[in-house]
């Protein structure tokens, strides 16, 4: 067990609509990240948060959002789904003070499908 | 843009067997990371490799690290079925991020 929680474990949703997942980091961990894992594209990073704030953003669709709230749980928003946006989505943390520093730690993932 | 490549991105090996897994990398990086992932699960950190020559061993896999040649090697000997998972390797792509290899299939048949 990584410490790091995320729900739902498993998402059946229709085109068009609108999700959030859930993520609860180690406890200590100020960092969060969020990556997709789909068949053909591989683990593809999202976005990170660092104690709130934005960090880092990587191949994220512009209909995908994603915040940390003030006691360190991050949620990312997939919305006007498509069928394409069916993947394994990782939530991972990290702490800055516990070597080896960067070293993830990952969810169970969610799983999501676009019907 | 750092890049990372593994091969093979398939392994099918037989028990009691020795491989290994390449991962080169495009940029200069400090650290790489292996993590394990069995079909449908999370992904599990293996090793963090820190510097030029490491080398760290657990049960049968054996990483090495040459930030010289860009070049991380995982090492199993005498393959198990246990063994039988995707392995990545990762390193640190800018602003902590980690970049991730497409992964090596490994399966071992008794």
């Known amino acids: 067990d990584s410490g790091v929680t995320q729900t739902p474990k498993h998402l059946i949703t229709a085109t068009g609509q609108r999700v959030t997942l859930r993520c609860s980091p180690r406890s200590g961990d100020l960092s969060v990240y969020w990556y997709q894992q789909s068949l053909d594209q591989g683990l593809q990073f999202l976005i990170q948060?660092?104690?709130?704030?934005?960090?880092a953003k990587g191949n994220i669709l512009e209909r995908f959002s994603a915040q940390q709230f003030p006691d360190l749980h991050s949620e990312l928003n997939l919305s006007s789904l498509e069928l394409g946006d069916s993947a394994l989505y990782f939530c991972?943390?990290?702490?800055?003070?516990?070597?080896?520093?960067?070293?993830?730690?990952f969810g169970e993932g969610s799983r999501l499908t676009v019907l | 843009e750092l890049k990372v490549e593994q091969n093979p991105l398939f392994l099918s090996m037989q028990e009691g067997k020795n491989y290994t897994i390449y991962c080169n990398y495009s940029?200069?990086?400090?650290?790489l990371y292996w993590y394990r992932q069995d079909p449908g699960k999370s992904l599990e950190s293996l090793f963090v490799?820190?510097?030029?020559?490491a080398v760290k061993q657990e049960g049968r896999l054996m990483a090495s690290l040459d930030t010289k040649a860009r070049l991380s090697t995982l090492h199993i000997t005498a393959a198990v079925h246990d063994l039988s998972a995707t392995y990545f390797c990762s390193l640190q792509g800018g602003s902590e991020k980690l970049v991730f290899g497409k992964g090596t299939k490994l399966t071992v048949n008794p």
């Open positions: 991972a943390s990290s702490s800055y003070w516990q070597e080896p520093v960067g070293e993830l730690f």
């Open positions: 490799l820190l510097s030029n020559g």
């Open positions: 948060y660092y104690n709130g704030e934005e960090r």
């Open positions: 940029t200069t990086s400090d650290r």
